[in-house]
């Protein structure tokens, strides 16, 4: 089994920063993506940013130029660095670790900004 923890959520104001961070534990061989989704109520989940194990990185359109995700391979943890928040990222943040066929999400993150 692989357990995937988040850490790093809070309340922040609009404008402020948050770091988020996920570590994958376990059976771990070898990590292909990581990324982060978030999921706001009543709204599907939906990417934020992804990043393959050789360092390509996807942003979705929302995250572009606010937020950037890193990688340590070594640690097998990701991280996203969030800046210029806004009320409209308020939302549940999951972590994702894909390992062949096979998909992994921690428990999620709640980030509020308050407007």
């Known amino acids: 089994q692989v357990q995937l923890v988040e850490s790093g959520g809070g309340l922040v104001q609009a404008g402020g920063s948050l770091r988020l961070s996920c570590a994958a534990s376990g059976r771990i061989f070898s990590i292909d993506n990581m990324g982060w989704y978030r999921q706001a109520p009543g709204k599907q989940r939906e990417l934020v940013a992804a990043?393959?194990?050789?360092?390509?990185?996807v942003y979705a359109d929302a995250a572009k130029g606010r937020f950037t995700i890193s990688r340590d391979n070594a640690k097998n943890t990701v991280y996203l660095q969030m800046n210029s928040l806004k009320p409209e990222d308020t939302a549940v943040y999951y972590c994702?670790?894909?390992?062949?066929?096979?998909?992994?999400w921690g428990q999620g993150t709640q980030v509020t900004v308050s407007s």
């Open positions: 994702n670790a894909r390992m062949t066929v096979y998909d992994y």
């Open positions: 990043i393959t194990s050789i360092g390509i990185i």
